[in-house]
């Protein structure tokens, strides 16, 4: 292409005042604010020029009509929320994707009231003075630890963070091998460490650890010995772990605090969320482990917090530390914990979406999955069965170690092959995240909420119409 012939496609697009002052941009700049619609205008008017200096056929036939089709596909996205409500189908009950964990309606419920009225959030109503907001959940938090005192934060990295810097800043803390763990999204124990000021000493090997490799590397500078859960991942085999009790009297001998960050942070014993082998936050306390930090939106069900619960001398030290105020917990997220904690005091797991998902039987998810196929089979043209599937806990924990499930396989569907499809439902209004096997889509049960099923099977009914335009052009 000739630079005449670019030049001349140049000058044939239009003007930002042009833009501007079309009678369909109105009622856009009306409800978007004039600078974002001119943001919209410039980004596409910018990916024009750029296609025409690219030697695209820009503009082809009946421009003006282009660009104004342009225009308003792009404002129309603009005017989506960003932060979007989707449907989970992928059996991934603490999608670290999809926000962890949802919460109870008792706990949504609070957040609203206190997001619309003032609070007794720093006042003690009693005594008609200034109070901790940290003491509205702290008695909540003992309750279900047994622990002497208890303090939260915005995370549970804050919480590690906020402990190791307090109690063992410019001092040696022991961690085995086998615990040098990365959690998805940049938390890494010896970058939290190092952050903190307090020096990391590895001990043992990477799948075993003995107790005399911590008694050997205690020296006069130890403030701490330092478990922490491996979360996502798991070594299986020849394996080996001192028990918390022995490390717990080690660290008591020769003085040194003994720290869990238990990661998930189980209220409840991991049999009653049906998991093996994974240890309540009592039992570390009752093992004797000084404090525990754990987070608030995963096993839990909560919202997304740090908790630090523990021997009160130790709470204590953090209470007094600088930083504490940095990582300070909002209003609405302290609202949301404390109506979480109450479930647990009534023992209402089944109205935590979190710990209700764990706990659905079999039974229930086949017949959920049944349920689905018929309402599929009645609406959508494609193969649909009924199959086995495998959930996950997620969140990073529990991991490889799926739990068993239900789903729908849906194959042979007009608008394409499973990968495709999942493609077109995440462009829908609320999107749709599925899983795969073969060619078949895969929705998994466990995680959809109530009318997910109507919505899943209404668009599915939908899709092949608007697939097959998508695909041509
Ligand atoms: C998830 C996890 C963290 C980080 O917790 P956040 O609540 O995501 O900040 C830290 N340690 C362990 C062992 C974890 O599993």
Redesign the pocket.
């Known amino acids: 292409m000739g630079v005449e012939d670019i030049r001349k496609k140049m000058r044939a697009i239009p003007g930002m005042d042009i833009l501007l002052t079309q009678d369909w941009a109105a009622p856009w700049i009306e409800r978007l604010g004039r600078e974002a619609v001119k943001r919209v205008f410039n980004a596409e008017l910018t990916a024009l020029r750029r296609r025409i200096l690219a030697g695209e056929n820009e503009p082809g036939e009946g421009f003006p009509e282009r660009v104004k089709a342009l225009c308003l596909s792009s404002l129309t996205a603009a005017d989506k929320e960003n932060l979007r409500r989707v449907i989970n189908a992928t059996g991934v009950v603490i999608h670290t994707n999809l926000g962890r964990s949802l919460l109870a309606e008792e706990a949504v419920a609070a957040m609203t009231r206190t997001a619309r009225g003032y609070s007794n959030l720093e006042y003690d109503l009693k005594k008609g003075a200034r109070g901790q907001r940290n003491a509205l959940i702290e008695d909540l938090l003992c309750a279900q630890t047994g622990a002497e005192a208890a303090l939260v934060v915005n995370?549970?990295?804050?919480a590690?963070l906020l402990c190791l810097s307090a109690l063992a800043r410019n001092t040696e803390v022991i961690v085995s091998r086998g615990e040098l763990?990365e959690?998805g999204?940049s938390?890494r124990v010896p970058d939290i460490m190092a952050f903190s000021g307090a020096r990391l000493v590895e001990t043992g090997t990477t799948n075993r650890t003995h107790l005399e490799d911590y008694a050997n590397a205690i020296t006069e500078n130890t403030s701490m010995l330092l478990k922490?859960?491996p979360?996502?991942f798991r070594i299986e085999g020849f394996t080996l772990a001192p028990e918390r009790r022995d490390l717990a009297k080690l660290a008591q001998d020769h003085g040194l605090l003994f720290m869990e960050?238990?990661?998930?942070g189980l209220l409840v014993e991991g049999e009653t969320l049906g998991l093996q082998g994974e240890t309540s936050v009592r039992a570390c306390l009752e093992q004797g482990a000084d404090i525990v930090t754990f987070?608030?939106?995963?096993m839990l069900g909560g919202p997304?917090i740090?908790a630090v619960v523990g021997k009160k001398a130790v709470v204590d030290r953090l209470r007094k530390y600088p930083i504490l105020r940095t990582l300070r917990v909002d209003k609405i997220t302290l609202a949301a914990f404390e109506a979480t904690l109450r479930l647990y005091s009534r023992g209402a797991l089944d109205e935590i979406p979190t710990t209700a998902m764990l706990r659905l039987s079999q039974e229930t998810l086949k017949q959920r999955a049944e349920s689905l196929a018929g309402k599929l089979q009645a609406q959508v043209s494609a193969k649909i069965e009924v199959i086995p599937v495998e959930d996950a806990v997620g969140?990073?924990?529990y991991p490889e170690r799926p739990l068993s499930g239900w789903g729908v396989a849906v194959s042979g569907h007009p608008a394409g092959g499973a990968g495709h499809l999942q493609a077109l439902l995440r462009e829908l209004d609320v999107p749709v995240l599925c899983g795969a096997r073969e060619d078949a889509l895969i929705i998994h049960v466990r995680t959809l909420r109530d009318g997910d099923s109507e919505t899943l099977a209404e668009a599915l009914s939908h899709l092949g119409g608007e697939a097959r335009y998508d695909t041509e052009h």
Do not use: E, L, P, R
């Open positions: 995370n549970n990295a804050g590690v763990v959690i999204g938390f922490v859960h979360s996502n960050d238990a990661g998930s987070s608030g939106d995963k997304q740090g969140g990073g924990s």
